[in-house]
Nanobody
Framework: QGPFVESGGGLVQPGGSLRLSCTAS????????VGWYRQAPGKQREWVAQ???????DYADSVRGRFTISRDNAKNTVYLQMNSLKPEDTAVYYC?????????WGQGTQVTVSS
């Protein structure tokens, strides 16, 4: 299994929405707890949300109620629906296992929230 691949980022105005996707090769992807993480300029990478194999989700306080994580195991894909975006959500977003492993970090996808 290689690095996870993130996509779907972009430039959006405050209050807007984006949906990020995380994909990986290999049939065992559906067995993983998968998490989304983000790193803003000058800050450490932080955990955003995660989803269990069965679909149970958990969120950081900063995004709870605005972001929704989901997964489609048949497509080996985990999504992050981001609504009511704020400038402080600006960051590079990454996905990895629930307990991250170095070999699974991908390039990330840039999310910029600005008017």
């Amino acid at each position: 299994q290689g690095p996870f691949v993130e996509s779907g980022g972009g430039l959006v105005q405050p209050g807007g929405s984006l949906r990020l996707s995380c994909t990986a090769s290999g049939s065992i992807f559906s067995l993983y707890v998968v998490g989304w993480y983000r790193q803003a300029p000058g800050k450490q990478r932080e955990w955003v949300a995660q989803i269990s194999r069965a679909g149970s989700a958990d969120y950081a306080d900063s995004v709870r109620g605005r972001f929704t994580i989901s997964r489609d195991n048949a497509k080996n894909t985990v999504y992050l629906q981001m609504n009511s975006l704020k400038p402080e959500d600006t960051a590079v977003y990454y996905c990895n296992k629930g307990v991250p492993e170095m070999s699974y970090w991908g390039q990330g996808t840039q999310v910029t929230v600005s008017s």
